[in-house]
């Protein structure tokens, strides 16, 4: 996609919210998620119309969950399988994430219930979904894994 620093595109916005959403569907963000949230918007100018204080934005972020049922408003105006499936690796390493490598137990139950309703939406094949999950699963050792993912993704900020 290429879209201006000013102008990100609606669907690169979804990403984060689909994020914040899944990560959000055990009724909190851990500190781990959080501080991803944060630093994400710090480092790229995220301010979800805060006036350009993105700590003030992951906040509101943080402080205001949206119902897992808001996948079912996000999810279809993704634009691409590539988005879509984008979006299932983001997930499951903002849940694996939380989880501090304890494996699917350590996941929280709504969380779980949060991802399957993601993947239900995106409609990929399940080799696509299990394709998202490896490539997640590879990314969360580097110390930097999803936020490296995110950085590239949404090269259209300012860095």
């Known amino acids: 996609m290429s879209t201006s620093a000013e102008h990100p595109a609606d669907s690169e916005l979804d990403l984060l919210r689909i994020l914040c959403c899944v990560a959000w569907a055990d009724g909190r963000f851990t500190p781990e998620e959080q501080d991803l949230l ?11 119309g805060s006036e350009g204080n993105a700590s003030v934005a992951a906040g509101v972020f943080a402080a205001t969950p949206e119902p897992v049922e808001a996948l079912d408003r996000l ?19 903002m849940i694996r994430l939380g989880s501090h490598g304890q494996g699917d137990s350590g996941i929280e139950a709504g969380e779980k ?13 399940e080799s696509e979904v299990e394709e998202a999950e490896w490539a997640g699963e590879q990314e969360l050792p580097s110390q930097n894994g999803l936020l490296a993912l995110l950085r590239s993704r949404f090269a259209w900020l300012p860095v």
């Open 75 to 93: 999810v279809p105006r993704l634009s691409s399988a590539e988005d879509r499936q984008l979006a299932v690796k983001l997930a499951y390493m």
């Open 113 to 125: 219930v949060a991802y399957r309703r993601l993947v239900e939406a995106v409609a990929l094949p």
């Open 38 to 48: 944060e630093r994400l918007m710090q480092r790229y100018g995220i301010t979800g």
